[in-house]
């Protein structure tokens, strides 16, 4: 929305939007499913596996918050006041945050990355989701039903702006899908002891941390 760099954003508000179960302290940041794997979610076939992060965390339960922005921009030849979700937080301490560092999955290697490259998730959809990793096969299946390359309805708790929240009561774990234009890229917020007070997800952009 906000093209030129130039351009006022504010920050306007924090919004908690759910809580999420996390009991193996595995975390997978990623989109609930992908455009190019519906051949293989219609016949039941292997897919890739999602992104899970290399870092571990405490199992537990998390708040997920949304940092909303506002800006002007140009629509139409018109200049619009618009409001948009900056990031997704995944708040796993109340502890102050004193540096951030991309969150790397376990299958990232730092080596390899080119300068100014953030290790990412793709989501054709835009969305994306915070689940635990050892319950995803079945929190993520309500996702990855189609209909003649469709997704199909699915039984999940709606929640607020179009979020989702899905339940594995067996494992007491949770998914939860937000907003995520094109995917996103996650950051890791550090205390001063070096334990992860915050997972956080923007769109690309460095500065745009909750």
Same mark, same amino acid.
């Given at each position: ?25 595995? &975390? ?24 899970? &992060? ?133 950051? &890791? ?22």
């Amino acid at each position: 929305m906000y093209d030129d760099p130039m351009t006022p954003v504010v920050v306007t508000g924090i919004e908690e939007l759910t809580t999420i179960r996390v009991p193996s302290g595995r &975390l997978v940041v990623d989109a609930p499913w992908h455009d190019d794997q519906v051949w293989e979610y219609q016949r039941g076939l292997p897919t890739r596996p999602p992104r899970e &992060l290399a870092v571990r965390i405490p199992s537990g339960v998390y708040r997920v918050e949304i940092a909303w922005t506002a800006g002007p921009y140009e629509f139409m030849g018109e200049h619009v006041d618009g409001v948009e979700c900056a990031a997704t937080r995944l708040c796993i301490s109340d502890d102050p945050v004193v540096g951030w560092e991309m969150g790397l999955s376990v299958e990232d290697d730092i080596a390899r990355l080119q300068p100014g490259e953030e290790p990412r998730f793709f989501s054709d959809a835009n969305v994306g989701c915070f689940a635990d990793a050892g319950a995803w096969t079945t929190l993520s299946a309500p996702f990855r039903t189609f209909i003649d390359g469709v997704p199909a309805p699915r039984d999940s708790e709606q929640l607020a702006d179009g979020c989702e929240r899905v339940r594995d009561e067996s494992q007491q774990a949770d998914l939860v899908t937000f907003g995520a234009e094109s995917g996103g890229v996650v950051w &890791l917020g550090r205390t001063k002891t070096g334990d992860v007070a915050a997972i956080v997800v923007t769109s690309g952009m460095p500065d745009a941390k909750a």
